[in-house]
C-alpha cells in the first residue's frame, strides 16, 4: 500500500473508532504500541516502522493534532477533508 487510508467504525451512525493506515509494504505486522496523545495509539513493525494510527476517541481528534504525530512519524499529512468521516453523524 503506497497511501494512507482511514478505515472508521459506526455505531448507532456515530464514530466509534477509527484507523489510519499508514504506507507499507505486503507483510508488514504490529509488533508494538506507543500512546501519541490522547486517543491516538501508533502501531509499529518489529524493526520500528509505522504503519498506522488507532484512533479511540474519534470526536476529539482534530486535523492538527494528528498532523503533528505523523510529521514526527515522517508520514504524509492529513486535511480536514481527508478525516471528515470522523465528523459524520
Given at each position: 500500500?503506497?497511501?494512507?487510508?482511514?478505515?472508521?467504525?459506526?455505531?448507532?451512525?456515530?464514530?466509534?473508532?477509527?484507523?489510519?493506515?499508514?504506507?507499507?509494504?505486503?507483510?508488514?505486522?504490529?509488533?508494538?504500541?506507543?500512546?501519541a496523545?490522547?486517543?491516538?495509539?501508533?502501531?509499529y513493525?518489529?524493526?520500528?516502522?509505522?504503519i498506522?494510527?488507532?484512533?479511540?476517541?474519534?470526536?476529539?481528534?482534530?486535523?492538527?493534532?494528528?498532523?503533528?504525530?505523523l510529521v514526527h512519524?515522517?508520514?504524509?499529512?492529513?486535511?480536514?477533508?481527508?478525516?471528515?468521516?470522523?465528523r459524520?453523524?
Amino acid at each position: 500500500m503506497r497511501s494512507s487510508y482511514l478505515e472508521v467504525t459506526f455505531r448507532r451512525g456515530r464514530p466509534l473508532a477509527a484507523y489510519l493506515y499508514l504506507p507499507r509494504t505486503p507483510g508488514d505486522k504490529s509488533d508494538h504500541v506507543e500512546e501519541a496523545g490522547a486517543g491516538l495509539l501508533v502501531d509499529y513493525t518489529a524493526n520500528g516502522k509505522p504503519i498506522g494510527i488507532e484512533i479511540t476517541a474519534p470526536a476529539q481528534v482534530d486535523v492538527a493534532e494528528l498532523n503533528q504525530v505523523l510529521v514526527h512519524l515522517h508520514a504524509p499529512a492529513v486535511t480536514n477533508e481527508d478525516i471528515a468521516p470522523l465528523r459524520a453523524a
